[in-house]
């Protein structure tokens, strides 16, 4: 009887030992350059277990102790498995090759899921810097904001444009930061370049509208950068030499596989050309930029990231007229491990951008002023529980200053200069939560709140007729409170196809008024007043995600409705230089709605994507179009792309790149009438015409001239605009000179043929 009792309470032991919970975690490196690997997957296929890796290539996962054969995999990278007998709690460092070292296991290929269909998050999109590499570009410029928008559900502003719209959403209403610094102006050359050079950019994420609860501040997309960490095994320098500009790379090691350093500039070089020509020798037409990082390994637990970047662009016309505009961000970011479950990093990031237009040309002179900076402090903590949770939490705090527009120069209007000030703050909690192999759920809350602090001025308008709003008082406001929550939801139907459903509220205090179809560098940048109020969106949103032969093939479709209220536009014919800006606003609410589909080959000597949204996007704004909907500008139903790469051989790369958008919605005059032989034009209902429909084809070569382990060039061949499509750029009426009763329309292009080429290195 002894015995027998004896024996049970041994087995009742073993089975307890056998379900004892342990942790595996770990980073992921590249083992080329040591740089930590986002979003990489740890699979545990005997249990049907996973993970990913977090923005700092950090990852832990709890499973019953045993033995276990764990496999590590990334995009771009080869699969790491290892046998590990996991019986106690223990940190696992793994680095992996890139694709071209070793052959890939077939059977883990087919075991893996693709994130599109596993994940629990919905609307969102990574684009690959490999990729970037290999697109046609407008001479020979790789760009992450031109290729972001051959995806689904994100619209460039027409030819030539710089503006993003994500779901109907205006330029304005997609957050795009570096480093977590918010860049508020992303073009060089007036929207023709971005000023984020690839060769410093590790990860790019776009989450459109549906975020998890760390991202707010804006209503209708986020755009999350990281730039590279520099490499510390060994120094390495890459560049390029194009025909009007020219970069340089250079990282490296300040101590080998402990800290690391990267120093990355480009420069355009149009201006030294115009110095050979007659009448423009005295123009100025360039700009620069500069990223700069910093890596300090203080133990195995503790990490420090220094970052910065500083662009600016130049343009003038001799001594008469000149602008000039720059971004300056700068982030300080502190990891740390504190126990095999629990990570936590820390930020502060500072962000500048100014414009500054000097008018010499008259008497006197006098310069136009913008500008909006911000400090912000972070700190969020990421905690792993169990298998099927991940927790986020943080807190996060932005002292906002904003010049909106001021006059140097003049003195009757220096007071205008007087900066405005508001502290935004937030806190979040979010959790991703497998309820089985089956069902997952991101859910998370999220607690906003604005409000204005000492300086400036905030008005009170006469309300009386639309045309003379005259101040009557100046105020503070009050403080806004937004809670936002957000949930996705994923139902996996088997290991290839998956449905999800979402919803998603946002809120938005800063503002970019514009009374142009582009945004340019001169477009005001707002906060919320006692006039305008935050922006609110809300999305919901439904997708079916389907993989095909092993994953060679992926299909998405998602359909998405979003309700948009406190929207902003300008009222009829407003003055948009009008120092006290609110009184050219009005305000009211907006919609979109559409659907969105993408089919991607993803293995094969060719790949590439085909993606097409339809859409619709309307306002509603009081004493605008007679208080009915109309379309707002950026409202463009059909929104076609089509990307393909193909690899010849080992020298020979081709690629090609289609789009067809239809043109913005825009105001045009229907007539005209003099009074006191001034012309005075009479317009159309808001946004009732198009522009032409925008379409064109680019496509490259790119000729490997030499690879090996340390050394690698390369020759890149480009068409910008193949056929020669003649897409308006702009176009503005006159008066007929053959009949001044009558209007001529005279259309703008740009770009008809662009062919480059370029020179890239690596050594």
């Known amino acids: 009887m002894k015995n027998s009792l004896l024996f049970f309470f041994l087995n009742l032991f073993s089975l307890a030992l056998a379900q004892e919970k342990i942790t595996l975690n770990g980073y992921v490196y590249d083992i080329a350059n040591g740089e930590s690997i986002a979003n990489a997957d740890i699979d545990i296929l005997d249990l049907n277990l996973s993970t990913q ?30 046998v590990l007998n996991l019986n106690e709690s223990q940190r696992q460092d793994i680095f992996l090759f890139s694709e071209d070292k070793i052959e890939l296991a077939d059977v883990v290929v087919e075991a893996r899921l693709q994130n599109k269909v596993s994940e629990s998050q919905m609307g969102l999109e990574k684009v690959k810097i490999s990729t970037l590499n290999k697109l046609p570009v407008l001479l020979g410029e790789r760009d992450v904001i031109k290729t972001i928008k051959f995806l689904p559900g994100m619209k460039s502003s027409g030819a030539g444009g710089s503006g993003l719209s994500v779901r109907g959403g205006s330029t304005d209403q997609n957050m795009i930061t570096l480093d977590e610094a918010v860049v508020y102006n992303t073009d060089h050359l007036l929207g023709f370049f971005s000023t984020f050079n690839s060769d410093a950019i590790k990860d790019v994420s776009i989450y459109k509208g549906t975020a998890p609860a760390e991202y707010g501040g804006r209503v209708s997309s986020f755009v999350d950068l990281r730039m590279k960490e520099g490499n510390n095994k060994e120094f390495e320098t890459s560049g390029g030499i194009g025909l009007i500009f020219s970069r340089l790379n250079i990282e490296g090691p300040i101590q080998k596989d402990k800290s690391s350093f990267l120093v990355s500039g480009r420069r355009s070089y149009a201006d030294l050309f115009l110095k050979l020509t007659g009448d423009f020798k005295d123009n100025k037409l360039y700009f620069y ?239 919320s007043s006692n006039i305008i109020k935050p922006q609110i969106s809300d999305q919901v949103s439904l997708g079916y995600f389907r993989n095909l032969s092993a994953s060679k093939y992926e299909f998405a479709i998602e359909t998405y409705y979003k309700n948009m209220q406190n929207q902003i536009d300008f009222k009829d014919a407003a003055n948009d230089r009008d120092l006290s800006i609110e009184r050219q606003l009005r305000f009211g609410k907006g919609r979109a709605y559409g659907v969105e589909f993408l089919a991607k080959k993803n293995k094969g000597k060719l790949t590439g994507w085909l993606g097409y949204t339809w859409s619709k996007t309307e306002k509603q704004i009081d004493d605008v179009n007679d208080n009915n909907w109309y379309n707002a500008r950026q409202d463009r139903p059909h929104d076609l792309s089509v990307v393909a790469m193909y690899e010849l051989n080992n020298k020979w790369n081709f690629s090609a790149s289609f789009i067809y958008q239809t043109g913005n919605a825009v105001t045009y005059p229907t007539g005209k009438y003099s009074i006191e032989d001034q012309t005075v034009w009479l317009y159309s209902e808001r946004n009732g015409y198009r522009m032409p429909d925008n379409h064109r084809l680019d496509i490259a070569a790119t000729w490997t001239l030499k690879k090996t382990k340390k050394r690698t060039s390369e020759l890149v061949f480009s068409l910008y605009n193949v056929y020669g499509r003649e897409n308006a750029f702009s176009i503005f009426f006159e008066e007929s000179e053959s009949n001044p009763n009558a209007l001529t329309a005279t259309q703008v292009s740009l770009f008809k043929y662009v062919p480059s080429i370029s020179y890239n290195f690596k050594f």
């Open 53 to 82: 890796t977090n923005a700092y290539g950090f990852y832990s996962i709890t499973l019953p102790a045993g033995e276990y054969e764990v496999f590590w995999r990334a995009d771009g990278f080869n699969v790491e498995s290892q």
């Open 289 to 527: 930029d500069l990223n700069a990082k910093l890596n300090y390994k203080l133990s195995d637990k503790d990490q420090i990231f220094l970052s910065g970047y500083y662009g600016r662009d130049v343009l003038g016309m001799g001594d008469n007229f000149g602008i000039n505009w720059g971004n300056l961000t700068q982030s300080l970011r502190y990891n740390r491990i504190w126990n095999n479950k629990l990570f936590s990093n820390t930020s502060f990031v500072y962000s500048d951008f100014d414009f500054v237009i000097d008018i010499k040309s008259t008497n006197p002179n006098f310069s136009i002023v913008s500008k909006i900076q911000d400090f912000n402090l972070k700190h969020e903590f990421e905690y792993y529980p169990n298998t099927r949770n991940k927790w986020k939490i943080g807190l996060t705090s932005t002292h906002h200053t904003n010049i909106p527009g001021g006059i140097e120069g003049l003195s009757q209007l220096t007071e205008s200069k007087e900066p405005r000030k508001a502290l935004e703050s937030a806190a979040y909690v979010s959790n991703d939560w497998s309820l089985s192999d089956k069902i997952g759920i991101n859910y998370g809350l999220r607690l906003s709140h604005f409000t204005n602090l000492k300086g400036g001025d905030y008005y009170e308008f006469n309300e009386e007729g639309d045309i003379a709003r005259t101040i009557t008082d100046t105020k503070e406001f009050d403080d806004y409170l937004n809670l936002e929550p957000r949930v996705s939801i994923k139902y996996q139907i088997d290991r290839n196809q998956s449905i999800k459903a979402a919803y998603t509220r946002n809120s938005q205090n800063l503002h970019l008024v514009s009374n142009s179809i582009t945004s340019t560098p001169s477009d005001r940048w707002v906060m």
